[in-house]
């Protein structure tokens, strides 16, 4: 694709925002899973067989060399098909970022299936929280048109650290900033700034390291949630009205 005007800069940011998205929507497949194993989770905890620790941790670690095998594939796939920038080092910074975004997402439908602990609660809550970070992360609504009152969701949602990121590997490239938007600025900090990211290189690491940041925090969160949460309330209630035990949401023994 072109790389001469602003509306060529706009179509690149397009999709680096779809592969944004569908990396997010990876991690969901982590809800159904952990929804699967919590009665037998909680079976083992009732009866102090281990830590909450030790289920949390190999579910981390086990979702590790998948994410890098997907995020190989993803990148190879769509990195020089797209055509970004060609330097090999913009090419592993955007992996390193992908796969970061898959843990975030991972860690964060993790939690959502501890708190929720139904699959159909966990659905809403997934949805609810999906809604929350995409409509607060800064290219739905840019920062600039975000309600003061809100501003605090755009510097916790995970997404406003991934967009811009991403969007600075890319635009901050030579083959953008050798060029001339028609203000005299350089293309790629024009397109940025127009696009309310900032257009600093620094903003690079702080993504990454926010991403890597929210991924433990979310792991954190799920384990927190697996020591001190009872088991779905709204099982017991169900029983009033069930009449056979096979429709509860979550096993009572």
């Known amino acids: 694709m072109h790389t001469r005007t602003e509306d060529d800069g706009v179509i690149y940011i397009g999709a680096l925002l779809f592969g944004l998205?569908?990396?997010v929507f990876n991690g969901f497949a982590e809800l159904s899973i952990a929804i699967s194993r919590l009665p037998v989770f909680y079976k083992h905890r009732d009866l102090l067989f281990y830590p909450a620790?030790?289920?949390?941790?190999?579910?981390f670690l086990l979702r590790i060399p998948i994410s890098i095998l997907e995020t190989i594939v993803w990148t190879a796939m769509t990195y020089y098909t797209i055509g970004y920038a060609p330097e090999a080092s913009r090419f592993f910074k955007q992996l390193v970022l992908v796969f970061l975004i898959?843990?975030?997402?991972?860690g964060l439908f993790r939690t959502v299936a501890g708190i929720c602990r139904s699959m159909i609660i966990?659905?809403?809550?997934?949805?609810?929280?999906?809604?929350?970070?995409?409509?607060?992360?800064?290219f739905i609504l840019p920062k600039d048109v975000i309600p003061k009152w809100w501003i605090w969701g755009f510097w916790i949602s995970p997404l406003t650290y991934g967009y811009n990121a991403l969007a600075v590997?890319?635009?901050?490239?030579?083959?953008?900033?050798n060029r001339r938007a028609a203000d005299g600025r350089p293309l790629g900090r024009s397109i940025l700034e127009n696009a309310s990211v900032f257009a600093e290189p620094r903003w690079y690491w702080i993504g990454a390291l926010a991403l890597l940041g929210?991924?433990?925090l979310f792991n954190l969160l799920f384990t927190f949630f697996l020591m001190y949460l009872?088991?779905?309330?709204?099982?017991?209630l169900f029983v009033c009205f069930a009449d056979d035990a096979d429709f509860l949401p979550v096993p009572l023994s």
Do not use: C
């Open 21 to 23: 998205i569908v990396n």
């Open 53 to 59: 620790w030790v289920f949390t941790l190999p579910n």
């Open 102 to 106: 898959q843990q975030m997402a991972a």
């Open 122 to 138: 966990s659905n809403t809550g997934g949805a609810l929280s999906v809604l929350i970070i995409f409509v607060l992360g800064g």
């Open 169 to 177: 590997n890319e635009f901050l490239a030579p083959r953008w900033m």
């Open 214 to 216: 929210f991924s433990i």
């Open 230 to 236: 009872n088991r779905m309330l709204s099982a017991y």
